[in-house]
């Protein structure tokens, strides 16, 4: 066992020679025998505090210096009695400090607002998305402040719809339109509205869709009447709707007094004498984009449209319209000069007398990267039906089209017809597979390939003018009868004048080019 450690009395008084700093063996070792028994630090700093150098040893372990003196302090409070108590009442008062909440400086600006606050009333399951713009509904461009879909655009200071079933400020589009304080940008929630619309004021209807079922917006008219009517000097935007059930004179779905703007709309399900479902009137301008004009009938002229104006069409579908001339749009140009442009846009599966897919009279036809496909005619021109004006073809394809009589593909009767870089295939007829013309036919860079009638497979020129340039072609096409004594013209039967310049004419059926025309080599 160790001894135990000596107490401050029972402590040997300290030799001269140590008082004096010189140790002799003898004490040297006692004291050294002192040191490995003394058992404890605090019994160890006791021992030495004896010894000349104590205050130096005493800093070294740190008995004497302030922090010493804390750990001191410290261990005397965590043992007095009052200390517990202490404790509990600080935790207290540092828990109430926490729940205090900071106030805000004076003049500092408010935290940014939320969607909720600034995007009120998005419509048709649309949330709030981003949006910086000065446009946008939040007051001065706040974040959050526009609506995720079609209502995208803000109106007084928040997404929502103008009209709709209920809880909007109109429960009808001709309550809308005929408010002269009202809107003039008009959002329509998803639904079906049904009533003729006739608008005299300049205003921007904003549907859902154009679909047929539901989050669409439908305006079913009531059969009697266009469902649309648009009338003076100003300008109708429509967008996203879907235009049904009209029945008039002119125009069942849409007639046209104005200028009007159609975008990623559907025009369907509407009669009329003339321009089953868009009537474009008095030499006014239409503009459509992506819209579709599909199963329209007119008892006279123009299925789908009938324009007498300027009508100027993108990306669109014009397709199983009817009428007894120009089964899909009829553009004539007698009383108003009428200019018909398509861009990028299909006309097809249309029926008519004449002019399966298109049918015009003094007026002038543009075609840019366009096709008619698979439009049919019960007499002639079953793509396109060309009486008496100018119709110009830029990268565009005719198609699959059909005709009883002449012109498969086009007929084209005094006029001017002229292909930039565009195809004529695959069509059939009675006579001219391909083209019927008796005016100026022109093909520059352009062929006209496996086409089919009882005359003139590719072309049957009846006392009019067929120039090829640019290494046009006409080959591969097919005369069906029997060659009549100056043969049936696989290439061309001609009974006007031919120039191939630098065209050409070969690998017909049963010949190439033959008549008692001029040009044939």
Do not use: W
């Not at 096409?477 to 065209?503: E, H, M, R, T, Y």
């Amino acid at each position: 066992m160790s001894p135990l450690p000596m107490s401050r009395a029972a402590r040997p008084p300290c030799p001269s020679s140590v008082r004096d700093g010189r140790l002799a063996a003898d004490q040297f070792d006692r004291l050294i025998v002192s040191l490995s028994t003394a058992g404890s630090r605090r019994s160890l700093v006791r021992l030495l505090t004896g010894l000349p150098v104590a205050g130096r040893l005493a800093g070294l372990l740190g008995e004497a210096t302030p922090a010493s003196a804390r750990r001191q302090r410290h261990h005397q409070q965590r043992h007095h009695p009052d200390h517990h108590d202490r404790v509990h009442d600080e935790k207290k008062k540092k828990k109430k400090r926490k729940k205090k909440k900071p106030h805000s400086p004076s003049g500092s600006s408010p935290l940014p607002s939320t969607c909720a606050q600034t995007c009120a009333g998005c419509c048709m399951g649309e949330t709030c998305v981003s949006a910086t713009s000065t446009a946008a509904c939040g007051a001065n461009g706040a974040p959050c402040a526009t609506c995720s879909g079609l209502q995208g655009s803000c109106f007084t200071g928040a997404c929502h719809c103008d009209v709709c079933a209920g809880g909007c400020r109109y429960a009808s589009v001709q309550a809308a339109v005929a408010d002269p304080s009202g809107p003039t940008t008009i959002t329509i929630c998803a639904g079906t509205y049904t009533g003729n619309v006739s608008i005299d004021r300049g205003v921007t209807l904003i549907g859902a869709g154009d679909g047929a079922g539901v989050g669409s917006t439908v305006l079913q008219g009531t059969g009697s009447g266009s469902v649309v009517t648009a009338t003076g000097a100003i300008t109708v935007t429509m967008r996203a709707l879907r235009i049904t059930g009209g029945g008039a004179a002119l125009g069942g779905g849409i007639h046209n007094d104005a200028t009007l703007m159609l975008a990623d709309c559907t025009v369907t399900g509407n009669n009329a004498g003339q321009g089953g479902g868009i009537y474009n009137d008095n030499g006014r301008t239409v503009q459509m984009t992506g819209c579709t004009v599909f199963a329209n009938t007119s008892a006279s002229e123009g299925g789908g449209i009938y324009n007498s104006g300027i009508f100027h069409i993108e990306s669109s579908s014009i397709t199983e319209n009817v009428a007894d001339l120009g089964g899909g749009i009829k553009n004539f140009g007698a009383f108003f000069p009428a200019q018909l442009t398509l861009t990028n846009t299909t006309v097809s599966g249309n029926r008519a007398r004449e002019g399966g897919g298109i049918d015009t009279e003094f007026g002038t036809v543009t075609l840019n990267t366009s096709t008619l496909v698979e439009n049919s005619a019960s007499y002639s021109g079953g793509g396109l039906n060309n009486g008496v004006g100018t119709a110009t073809l830029n990268d565009s394809t005719v198609e699959l089209n059909s005709a009883v009589g002449p012109g498969g593909g086009i007929f084209s009767r005094s006029g001017t017809l002229t292909l930039n870089g565009s195809s004529v295939t695959k069509n059939t007829a009675d006579r001219g597979g391909g083209i019927y013309g008796n005016g100026t036919i022109t093909l520059d860079n352009s062929s006209l390939t496996d086409n089919r009638s009882h005359f003139g497979g590719g072309i049957f020129n009846d006392g009019g003018t067929v120039t090829l340039l640019d290494g046009s072609s006409v080959t591969g096409n097919q005369a069906n009868n029997p060659p009549p004594p100056n043969g049936s013209g696989g290439g061309i039967l001609n009974f006007g004048v031919v120039d191939p310049a630098d065209g050409t004419i070969s690998g017909n059926i049963p010949d190439q080019c033959v008549g008692p025309g001029t040009g044939c080599r």
